[in-house]
Nanobody, 116 residues
Framework: QVQLVESGGGLVQPGGSLTLSCAAS????????MSWYRQSPGKGRDLVAR???????SYADSVKGRFTIYRDFAKTVVYLQMNSLKPEDTAMYFC??????????WGQGTQVTVSS
């Protein structure tokens, strides 16, 4: 059974930091690209950061220099370290796994709220 379980969301003040975690199980983690998406109320789900099976990373322009995605193959966890958070980063953050034969899995999401 495939599971992606996000954690680490919460309320943080502008300029603060959070690290999100996504614990993966039920599939071959090493063969999948892992991504973080976010969605605000009334908007579409946007790609925030992606890390492929070889460690190559890419980021949305809006988070470059502030967010870092990384993965732990031994623990099968992918992280999103978020620094210098802004109110516009407020959203539900979702973990995604994309692998062979276009298999695509999603977590349930974790809420991040940036507010003073």
């Amino acid at each position: 059974q495939v599971q992606l379980v996000e954690s680490g969301g919460g309320l943080v003040q502008p300029g603060g930091s959070l690290t999100l975690s996504c614990a993966a199980s039920g599939f071959t983690f090493t063969r999948y690209a892992m991504s973080w998406y976010r969605q605000s109320p009334g908007k579409g789900r946007d790609l925030v950061a992606r890390i492929n099976a070889f460690g190559g990373v890419s980021y949305a322009d809006s988070v470059k220099g502030r967010f870092t995605i990384y993965r732990d193959f031994a623990k099968t966890v992918v992280y999103l370290q978020m620094n210098s958070l802004k109110p516009e980063d407020t959203a539900m953050y979702f973990c995604n796994a994309n692998g062979p034969n276009s298999r695509d899995y999603w977590g349930q999401g974790t809420q991040v709220t940036v507010s003073s």
